[in-house]
């Protein structure tokens, strides 16, 4: 069974400059969060799906933070303009049933 | 609110040696507990979690992990070290319902030394 996959897996930018990340969530997997991931610190979620609904996106920002998650499967995080502070790991995370969650790789961000 | 505390940020120790990580949780009601393992560049992976009953749980690569509600603390140990399990280290516990949501410490990167 295929893991969470990401892409890419890095990512250096310029700052104002926009910048997307891909997920695609194990097969079956109803939900689907990100997490961002800065230096030395645990994860902390940005926004999780049910199927292709946004049911917590508290913690996004989103005056230049966007997410999308077409037809319940895949989905696309984007941030537009990037600012020096956006530099992180951002990774993805699904799970089907339960709380067990499976991480993708992550998608590490360099903002200069 | 519930949160998670690693007092550790790192710790040595020499392969073969026991190992004992720390986290205390606050949470307001029976918690759902993890450890994750995080290599460089890699993502998280799961390696044991505690829902109910046995408080000592065991989980992959050799680790276990006791649940102690009246020290509100989930330790995660390991008898005998291996240079491969130099990494970092991640308890995290779950949110209330059944959202999933992960609230995570600030982790511990471990150095094994031969």
Redesign the interface.
């Given at each position: 069974e295929a893991g969470?996959v990401?892409s890419p897996r890095y990512k250096i930018i310029e700052k104002k400059q926009p910048v997307a990340f891909w997920c695609n969530p194990i097969s079956g997997h109803n939900?689907l969060?990100w997490y961002r991931q800065n230096l030395?610190?645990?994860?902390?979620?940005l926004i999780?799906y049910e199927n292709e609904e946004a049911?917590?996106d508290s913690q996004l920002p989103k005056d230049r933070f966007s997410a999308e998650r077409l037809k319940g499967v895949d989905s696309t995080l984007k941030i537009q303009p990037a600012e020096l502070g956006d530099s992180a790991v951002y990774?993805c995370?699904s799970?089907q049933q339960?709380?067990?969650?499976?991480?993708?790789?992550?998608t590490?961000l360099t903002v200069t | 609110a519930q949160s998670?505390t690693q007092p550790d940020?790192h710790i040595t120790v020499s392969e073969g040696a026991s190992l004992e990580l720390r986290c205390n949780y606050s949470y307001g009601a029976t918690p759902?507990l993890?450890w994750?393992v995080q290599s460089p560049?890699?993502?998280?992976?799961?390696l044991l979690?505690y829902?109910s009953g046995d408080t000592l749980v065991q989980g992959i690569k050799g680790f276990e992990a006791e649940f102690k509600r009246s020290q509100s603390s989930f330790n995660l140990r390991k008898p005998s070290v291996h240079w491969s399990d130099a990494a970092e280290y991640?308890c995290?516990v779950?949110g209330s319902s059944n959202?999933?949501?992960?609230i995570?410490?600030?982790?511990t990167t471990l150095q094994v030394k031969p």
């Open positions: 969470v990401q939900t969060y030395g610190q645990g994860p902390e979620l999780r049911v917590d990774l995370a799970r339960g709380y067990e969650q499976y991480f993708g790789p992550g590490r | 998670v940020i759902y993890f994750y560049g890699q993502g998280l992976q799961l979690k829902f991640f995290a779950a959202t999933g949501k992960l995570f410490g600030q982790g």
